[in-house]
């Protein structure tokens, strides 16, 4: 057995180590000592924070294992009242607390004695978060997140029924990757018929959400919903300009290679047209690949892989293991997804994936693990708040993480051509995903800056973008049901709004660490750390200088990392 030291949470000095959380009732007391406290100096004003820091972690702990705990099992009744308890109990008097709290460290003459470390981030944040606090938006922001659970129970029960088998929505779409093309026709088809019959439920559900979103916009003086979150999201380092400038640089620099790459797909599989479940299957007709075959076997392989990168690094999976914080393998009730969920108290993440052996989930598997590097690495900082990172940095942990842990992918396949295959499929997926980053995220800038817009022009709206970033070799003659309802796939619309941009600036970064690792590993390995270790104590602009890269997303900088990926590929298909 491996000889690990578990972490251990830090002592409760302030809410107590018998402290239980039952209802508002036990917290309340707490927040009015942080809100009533004298402090009269530096010194006490630092601890303030500290005491401060301890409640929200503890909070932000408790409510972290309510949501994994639903996911897990969306049909557990049981589950969804807990969640639902800190969602409509707890929750909408912390917005409250939270405004009170900010005011008093804002307005504390010893505010400027806090130097360096991250307070200077941190205060920025509480200024923002002051000036767009609106008391009348709690009970709103509480029905948006109880709205936003409906979705997860609406697509967590679906499932399809082929050759006579009940299976998940994720496992059936492992059979798209048949060499069999009618047995992979028969699985796109029944995964889309399966979606379109819930997609009045999902369009009248999003309805609500959109509508909620605005009136919070509304009630924050903000003209729409996308100008709040850029706010409440504290993105302090772009505006919505810089997002539109990402997206044209994509439709210039991606998506003619990716056109190229289909054009190739169809050449060598001979298919004309080239129809959508075409675009998966191996193009000299070889069986998918199988990456693993179970949840162990996956988590084990995955230790081996980042061992070979840095022992400390497979010695975090292997805490994670030890303290029973997976759920990997897919299972009916279970819902869609992957995460790594930070745990602020403790510091030992929780990674949840709907794991079914493919290169895919592979691939979801180092990319939580990215994510949960970076909870190892920051859980030391002083304040909760210092581990919060930015999610343009968040995910750069993890996407860098996919194509640094490619270079040791033997572990998974053992065969050279396996091998090749794989990593040809995850750099192909990288070009295709950019342009469904840009069309998801300039769907939602659409969507919110139209609040009053019908479901008719939403539809033809999300048509519009998504033929100008989708490859035009792809034949979807009689199948135009199935695509201008695809957007309702996309989680991040209902739960996160606004949380998708991320994944492809994080892309660009990605590329770049792994540009850096391929000309030295050892120092590209020890930047991506070191950017990792500040947490959210700098700017993303430094964070990302600490890692030796760029925050760029110029058609010229697109153009040159899309060259670096080409030549790769090229490279390994030699």
């Known amino acids: ?61 408790n409510m972290a294992w309510r949501y994994i705990k639903m996911t897990c099992d969306t049909a557990n009744e049981e589950r969804q009242k807990d969640y639902q308890f800190f969602v409509t109990q707890i929750q909408p008097h912390l917005a409250v607390y939270d405004d009170q709290l900010n005011k008093k460290a804002l307005e504390s003459p010893f505010l400027d004695d806090l130097k360096g470390g991250g307070y200077e981030i941190m205060i920025r944040g509480m ?41 998940t929505m994720q496992k059936a779409a492992n059979i798209i990757q048949s060499v069999d093309r009618k047995a992979r026709e028969e699985a796109w088809r029944k995964i889309g018929d399966r979606r379109l019959e819930d997609r009045e439920k999902l369009d009248l559900l999003f309805n609500e959400l959109r509508d909620l979103r605005h009136k919070v916009a509304l009630n924050a003086d903000f003209q729409n919903f996308r100008d709040y979150m850029f706010a409440a999201m504290g ?21 003619p290679l990716l056109n190229e790459s289909m054009l190739e797909r169809k050449a060598k599989l001979n298919l004309d047209p080239l ?10 007709g070889r069986p998918a690949l199988k990456a693993f075959n179970s949840g162990e076997d996956l988590l084990e392989k995955s230790i081996t892989c980042f061992d070979r990168l840095d022992k400390q690094l497979g010695d ?17 009730g279970k819902a869609p997804g992957g995460y790594n969920y930070p745990l602020q108290e403790i510091g030992v993440p929780f990674i949840f994936m709907n794991a079914t052996s493919s290169v895919r989930d592979l691939v979801t598997m180092v990319h939580e693990g990215g994510h949960a590097i970076h909870s190892f690495v920051t859980r030391d900082l002083e304040l909760g708040s210092f581990k919060s990172t930015t999610a343009e940095v968040a995910e750069v942990a993890s996407m860098a993480m996919e194509l640094m842990s490619m270079e040791h992918w033997d572990v998974f396949f053992t065969n050279p051509d396996d091998l090749k295959r794989a990593r040809i499929e995850h750099l192909e997926d990288i070009l295709a995903t950019l342009p469904w980053i840009a ?18 022009e939403r539809t033809a709206e999300w048509n519009s973008i998504l033929n100008k970033y989708s490859t035009h070799v792809t034949d979807w003659s009689d199948l135009e049901k199935y695509k201008e309802a695809s957007w309702q796939r996309q989680l991040h619309i209902y739960e996160v709004p606004f949380y998708y941009i ?73």
């Open 316 to 332: 975090y999976l292997r805490i994670m293991r030890r303290m029973g914080h997976f759920d990997l393998e897919s299972r009916k």
């Open 439 to 456: 069309t998801v995220d300039k769907f939602q800038h659409w969507i919110y800056e139209n609040p009053d817009h019908t479901v008719e």
């Open 502 to 574: 991320e994944y492809g600036m994080a892309q660009l970064g990605a590329i770049s660490v792994w540009k850096n690792f391929k000309e030295d590993p050892k120092k590209g390995l020890e930047a991506y750390l070191n950017g990792l270790k500040l947490g959210y104590t700098a700017t993303i602009g430094d964070i990302y200088k600490a890692m030796g890269i760029k925050f760029d997303f110029s058609k010229d900088y697109i153009s040159e990392l899309m060259g670096f990926v080409k030549a790769e590929l090229e490279i390994i298909k030699k």
């Open 275 to 284: 129809r959508p479940w075409d675009g998966k299957v191996d193009v000299e």
């Open 127 to 167: 200024k923002k978060s002051v000036e767009i606090f609106r008391e009348e938006n709690i009970p709103l922001s509480t029905q948006i997140q109880t709205k936003q659970s409906e979705y997860q129970s609406i697509t967590g029960g679906m499932t399809v029924t082929i050759n006579g088998e009940e299976m």
């Open 235 to 255: 993105r302090f380092d772009y505006t919505p300009e810089d997002c539109f400038d990402f997206h044209e640089s994509v439709a210039e620099a991606v998506v």
């Open 1 to 61: 057995m491996e000889q690990l030291t578990l972490p251990t949470r830090k002592p409760r000095t302030f809410i107590g180590e018998a402290f239980e959380l039952n209802s508002w009732d036990d917290v309340q007391p707490l927040y009015e000592d942080l809100v009533s406290r004298s402090v009269g100096n530096s010194k006490e004003l630092k601890q303030w924070f500290l005491d401060r820091s301890e409640l929200e972690s503890f909070l932000s702990e």
